[in-house]
């Protein structure tokens, strides 16, 4: 190997005379690779790898030098990997700013190796078959709300707050806090906003941030989209290696869509885009005339949880509910309703979310009916009519109901004027410990 001349110049060797010269490294996924060749003083990126229409491989190849006498930027543009004459007209335009390096070689070996990796995709693994209960147990970046790498979807009506969920959660995310009734593993965030402004969602992370009393990095990064997110999947992917995110917010998908949010083709690209990233995802939606999700089915079907968000709100209150009620599942039970009492004081420039029972809030009316009988009687035994005039039913269906859910519920017997009395049954209730009365009954009223 030959070394430094006098001029700092290092004297041409080819990969054939200096095949150690040569040797290289190269990381990187998902179509965003660096590349280095520590001996020769030169690395690379790759990026906006893709396949054209007619079968050529081409990517965005960015090179540069920290050699003495030619360090900084040497060449970027696009590259025709699978051309030979594209690669050496490439290599000749790198000889023209550094001409003591064999590009013909170190482009012959970038590309064999960027399309090996990009024809090869991921790699086929066996499956083991033999996984524990908790190994197949589904992995939460926030239990329970977002799966690892999976698409979790928030929707309801414009205006109602739903957007302040996803700031809090990338808040939390951002801090590794869990508090309102999430567990959260840490991680960066990467919020990708369709509807706002930097200055807005900051000014409202800040406020999130100033209520539970955090200082410090926030591990969020904004990104202002303007078109969608799979014409900007190669610059959203980049951002996602290089800041290693592990949690995206789409807000929101109608704007993230390339087309009409409608057709199955801007749907399925949609959440391609997003499952090619391999992060976790959190992704805002809205609702349609019928209250479910807006557009094509395939917003349904792609999701891994969704969740319908519900607002309940006085006017010129600085207070506010939310309810996330859930409405698909995999790879776990439905979860439990969640409410949260919002709070936001401008004046002290501070916001607060706290989970709250839904039981004590005007939310309650989201309940299953079972349960708002239920939540009627954990005071005390009431009549069909009295149940009936609480949960603004008819009568009939509240006798079905009793009956439908029978495990739940118990007739006390009648009260003075001759009408049937129900009360819930607690788990430590038998028939044989009730008495015929309301104290023998409630045994464990609740407050």
Known sequence: ?????????????????????????????DGIYHAEWPNLHIGAKVNMVHRSSNHEVHAM????????MSAGHIKYGRLNITSVTARKSFAKECEARENSVDWDQVLEVLGISILDRFWAGTEAVE???DLSAVEVDAKWLVNP??????ITTIYGQGGIGKSWIAQFIAVLVGSGTSVAGFHVEPGNVLYCDWETTELELNARISMLRRGLGHTGNTNIWYKRMYSSLEENIE???????????????????????????????????LYNS????????LCIHHDNKKGELFGSAYHYHRSRLILEVEQKQEPQAHTFFLGAFNRKANNT???????????????EGTATIKKVDIRDTPLEEHMRNADRIANALRRGGLTVSELAERLDKTESHIRNLLSQYSKMFYNMGKNAEGFDRYANIHKD???????????GWDLKPEA
């Open 429 to 439: 209730f038998t028939p044989q410990t009730y008495d015929g009365g309301i104290e």
């Open 235 to 269: 610059a959203v992917k980049e951002l996602v290696v290089d800041k290693n995110i592990s949690l995206i917010i789409i807000d929101s998908v109608a704007a993230a869509c390339m087309g009409d949010s409608e057709t199955s083709a801007a749907a399925t690209g």
């Open 333 to 347: 039970a439905i979860l439990q309703d969640m409410t949260f009492e919002v709070t936001i004081l401008k004046d």
């Open 61 to 68: 190849v960015t090179f540069h030098s920290n050699r003495p």
């Open 145 to 150: 709300l977002i799966q690892v790498n999976n």
């Open 127 to 129: 499956l083991s078959g």
């Open 1 to 29: 190997m030959k070394d430094w001349d006098d001029n700092l110049h290092l004297v041409r060797d080819t990969a054939e005379e200096s095949p150690e010269l040569y040797k290289f490294e190269i990381s990187g996924r």
């Open 274 to 281: 997003i499952n090619s990233l391999s992060v976790s995802s």
